[in-house]
């Protein structure tokens, strides 16, 4: 089953498209993994927050098959230590479906819709980071887990 972290919005910032590239590269010889950063919609001139919030979920539940398992990466979600994430990803992997999607929103959050979608929601940290900067989290975490799945000697406890 492949695994894909979704996010909207090309990342600029070079020491983060730095990060961005040592996970992507090092995650594939680990499990079936990709890496989208998904341009997003085109919006108005002025969009409000709920405008942006409703076009990007519109644009993002257009792009997900019935059969992907969506997961949230918000502050709503559970936490998990690196090694209690690892054995969520294992059990993911064993429901089924046709692939595990990630999600990364944008600034404004998920609409209700997203929300309802989701198989599940994970939280990061209690504190707030840009959803840029996440990106970069997530992966690192994804590649934690999925180490600690092969007993490859990257996590220390």
């Known amino acids: 089953m492949t695994v894909e972290l979704w996010t909207l919005g090309k990342t600029k910032t070079p020491w983060l498209k ?8 090092r995650l594939p010889h680990l499990t079936p993994f990709e890496y989208v950063e998904w341009p997003g919609p085109k919006l108005p001139k002025r969009p409000s927050p709920e405008q942006i919030k409703s076009l990007e979920e519109s644009y993002l539940l257009d792009k997900l098959k019935p059969s992907d398992q969506l997961h949230l990466f918000d502050e709503k979600g559970k936490t998990y230590t690196s090694r209690a994430f690892s054995n969520h990803l294992e059990k993911l992997q064993h429901r089924g479906g046709s692939k595990i999607i990630f999600l990364i929103g944008g600034a404004f959050g ?6 309802s979608r989701a198989n599940g929601k994970v939280r990061l940290s209690d504190m707030t980071f840009s959803h840029q900067v996440i990106r970069v989290m997530a992966l690192e975490q994804l590649y934690r887990g999925y180490t600690i799945l092969r007993g490859l ?5």
């Not at 730095?18 to 590269?25: D, K, N, R, Y």
């Not at 000697?153 to 406890?157: I, L, S, T, V």
């Open 110 to 115: 998920f609409g209700e819709s997203l929300y």
């Open 18 to 25: 730095q990060g961005i590239a040592q996970f992507t590269e």
């Open 153 to 157: 000697p990257y996590h220390n406890d």
